[in-house]
């Protein structure tokens, strides 16, 4: 397809059974690359607090912070949709604040939608939201921001009370109005399961291939985020590998006077070499004479 992804055109793709490509995105060069590569959508996730700022976790992140990394990827996006997480504390206290939250978003960074974590506890801001014309991403299952109630980032919906509990929950954002629902770390017969009970599109990070679509953070599918790799990560490339050589190259280029070289230097200049050497002679003698 060519031409901007839209939300009628994502869920066209559910009906025909075409898989949607997500990545996060953050800046404005890698936006380019991946709206070049035909990603579908991009999520400007507040996985930026880990992957750009070097937090724990994504507790950190403000609004503000949002909105200037969300303005560089959708600058970089011609043809991807792309959705704007709702940091922490930016949507949870009412769907009052959650509609400002989200106002704020997509007029200040020009993005297409907003995500927000939470199931049945959060369908009035999804409410609020939509009935302002701004479509919706729901997350459940492994929903980062409460990290401190899970106790660490593990596996949702184990058990049958909580495997109807996920199903309730998609249900119940599908019906506040959300056109689609990131399950992350959700087993993949249950994440299945939810895919063929909903209209919403699914998309998948560690729960499965047969969610409508999958997500993953870049610096994970490159090799950038260091030794730890989740289990539902495929390394695509070992480009934070690469990326040390070439710095660790430059370095010792630099230092050994190998760079630059002819090629990477002006040759032509507006003065003859006999005037330079004039001038050299003249503050030679006053840099001289001002030692003195
Ligand atoms: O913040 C994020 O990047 C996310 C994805 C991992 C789904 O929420």
Redesign the pocket.
Known sequence: MSGKYTVTSLLEMKQKGEKISQL?CYDYSTARLVDAAGINTV?V????GMTMQGYEN?LPVTLDEMICYGRSVVRGCQNAFVIM?MPFMSYQVSPAQALESAGRLIKETGANAV?L?GGAAVTEQIKAIVDAGIPVCA?IGMT?QSVNVFGGFKVQGKGEAKAEQLLKDALAVQEAGAFMV?L?CVPPKLAALITRQVDMIT?G?GAGVECDGQ???YQDMLGMSGDFTPKFVRRFAEIGEAMQQAFADYDAQVKSGAFPQAAQTYSKSDCDDAFLAQLEEKYSKMRELSLK
Do not use: F, R
């Open positions: 996060t999520l996730g507040d996985s930026l994504t997480d995500k974590e997350h980062p990131v992350e998309i990070i997500v993953l953070v």
